[in-house]
C-alpha cells in the first residue's frame, strides 16, 4: 500500500477529520507533522532590489597640486590686476543695468518711507487718533485751570453718563468709585506715544507760525525741554533771528531773554550753530533788558567766531544798535544821579528791564564790553560811524565812578544778571 501524500489544503483538512484515532490513521511519510504544518503560518519573503553599483566610468574628485600649492602658506604669488583691469570692472558695473535698478528702487522706496513717516507723524500730532487716552499733563492743566462759575445742574443723570464713559474706556467699576484710584488709573495708561519728534520743516513751520512772544516762549521751551536730539539747521536759527526782530515792537519781548540764554547753551552744548543773525539780535535784547552778563556772553562768542570780521554796513547794524542801546542807559544812568531820581522813558516801554545801580561795580564789566566792541571796531577799519559811536561810548563808561552804584552806594540785593 502505497502512502498518502497532501498535496492541497482541502486533503490536510479531510485527514484531519479522519484522524480520530491515532492508530486508525495512515502512515505519512514527511519531516514534520501535519499538526505542525496546519499551525505554521505561512511567510511570503520578498527581496529587497540591490543598491545601484558605482558606473566605471565615475572617477573620484582629485584636487590638483597646482591649487594645492597656490592654497599653501607660503604661497608669494598675486592675481595680477592693474589700473585698466579697475577701470574694465568698473565700466562693467556702471553699464550693468540691474544694478540701476537696483539702486533707483533703494532711493524711491526711502523718498516713500520718508513720506510715510512725516505724513504718519502729522497724524499722530494734529488727528486725535486715540481720543480715549488722557496723558498727566491734561490732568495737571485742568487741575489749574480757574473752574470759573459752575454751571446749573441739568436734568438727566450724570452717574449714567459717566458709567457710559467708563465703560467705553474700559475702567473698572472698582476703580472710579474712588478719585486717587482712578487718577493713578490715568496716569498708570497714559499715552506713551512720543509727540515731540521734531522734522526740520515742521520745526521752520512753527518757528514762522509764531505770532507773539509767548509763542515764541513756548516754542523754545518745547526745544529745551525735548529728549531727542532737534534737527537744528542754520537756517532755523535765522529763522528764529527773523522772529525776534517781527516780535521787538512788543514791551515783553525782553522776558525771551532767559529762555535765549539757555537756548545759547543749549546749542553751544549739542553743536549747533549759533548764527550771527541771531547773535546780534540776542545782543540787542541783552542791552535793552541791560543784563551785562549776557551781552558778553554773545558778544565773546561773536568775537570768537569771527562773525563781524570785515562785515557790510548790512551786517553791523545790530552792532550799532547795542551800542545806542547802551548809550541810551548810561545817559539814563547819569541824568538820574544829576536829576536826583528822575527816570526817562524807556525804549519801547519795555519793562523788566535792569538798572546799572543794580550792579555793585558797572565800570568793571562795562570795560569788558568796550575792550570787545574794540575789537569788533578794529575788524572794521572803514566804517567810522562804528567807531565814532565806540569812542563815545567808551567816554561815557570812564566818567562812571569806579565802583559806585547811583546814590553814591552799593545795593546789597543784587539781581541776576542773565
Not at 490513521?25 to 532590489?49: A, E, F, G, N
Not at 516754542?219 to 535765522?238: E, G, Y
Not at 517781527?246 to 552744548?269: E, G, M, W
Request: proline share 6%; aromatic share 8%.
Amino acid at each position: 500500500m502505497q502512502p498518502w501524500r497532501i498535496t492541497s489544503a482541502s486533503a490536510a483538512r479531510s485527514v484531519r477529520r479522519r484522524a480520530v484515532v491515532p492508530e486508525a490513521t495512515s502512515c505519512i511519510h514527511s519531516s514534520t507533522s501535519s499538526h505542525d504544518v496546519l499551525r505554521r503560518p505561512r511567510i511570503h519573503v520578498k527581496k529587497k532590489p540591490e543598491e545601484p553599483a558605482v558606473p566605471p566610468s565615475w572617477k573620484p574628485f582629485e584636487i590638483p597640486n597646482v591649487l594645492l600649492d597656490l592654497d599653501s602658506w607660503g604661497n608669494e604669488y598675486t592675481r595680477p590686476y592693474d589700473a585698466d583691469e579697475a577701470k574694465a570692472q568698473r565700466q562693467k558695473w556702471a553699464a550693468d543695468p540691474r544694478h540701476d535698478a537696483i539702486r533707483k528702487r533703494v532711493v524711491r522706496f526711502s523718498r516713500i518711507l520718508a513720506k510715510l513717516d512725516e505724513s504718519f507723524d502729522r497724524v499722530n500730532e494734529d488727528a486725535v487718533w486715540q481720543h480715549w487716552r488722557l496723558m498727566d499733563q491734561d490732568i495737571m492743566v485742568a487741575a489749574l485751570q480757574n473752574p470759573g462759575v459752575p454751571r446749573p445742574r441739568e436734568s438727566h443723570d450724570y452717574s449714567s453718563f459717566q458709567r457710559h464713559v467708563f465703560y467705553n474706556n474700559a475702567v473698572p467699576e472698582s476703580t472710579y468709585r474712588d478719585d486717587k484710584r482712578l487718577i493713578g488709573w490715568l496716569l498708570h495708561r497714559r499715552l506713551t506715544t512720543r509727540h515731540d519728534r521734531f522734522h526740520p520743516d515742521r520745526l521752520a513751520s512753527a518757528i514762522d507760525a509764531s505770532k507773539s512772544t509767548s509763542d515764541l516762549h513756548r516754542l523754545i521751551s518745547s526745544l529745551l525741554d525735548s529728549n531727542q536730539r532737534i534737527p537744528m539747521k542754520p537756517f532755523h536759527a535765522n529763522k528764529i533771528a527773523a522772529a525776534l526782530s517781527r516780535l521787538s515792537t512788543d514791551p515783553d519781548h525782553v522776558k525771551l531773554l532767559p529762555v535765549l540764554n539757555s537756548f545759547f547753551l543749549y546749542c553751544k552744548q549739542s553743536g549747533y550753530t549759533f548764527t550771527p543773525a541771531l547773535c546780534d539780535i540776542c545782543m540787542a535784547i541783552s542791552a535793552r533788558a541791560l543784563r551785562l552778563g549776557a551781552l558778553e556772553m554773545y558778544l565773546q562768542h561773536g568775537v570768537n567766531n569771527k562773525y563781524w570780521d570785515d562785515s557790510k554796513p548790512t551786517e553791523i547794524e545790530g552792532m550799532r544798535l547795542t551800542l545806542s542801546t547802551l548809550e541810551w542807559h548810561l545817559g539814563n544812568f547819569q541824568t538820574k544821579s544829576i536829576d536826583g531820581g528822575q527816570v526817562r522813558d524807556r525804549p519801547s516801554s519795555a519793562r523788566h528791564i535792569n538798572d546799572l545801580a543794580n550792579y555793585a561795580n558797572p565800570r568793571d564789566v562795562l570795560s569788558r564790553l568796550c575792550a570787545l566792541f574794540k575789537k569788533i571796531v578794529e575788524s572794521n577799519p572803514t566804517d567810522s560811524a562804528l567807531k565814532t559811536q565806540h569812542e563815545k561810548v567808551v567816554d561815557m563808561v570812564k566818567s562812571l565812578p569806579a565802583g559806585a552804584s547811583r546814590a553814591g552806594g552799593i545795593e546789597s540785593n543784587l539781581q541776576v544778571e542773565t
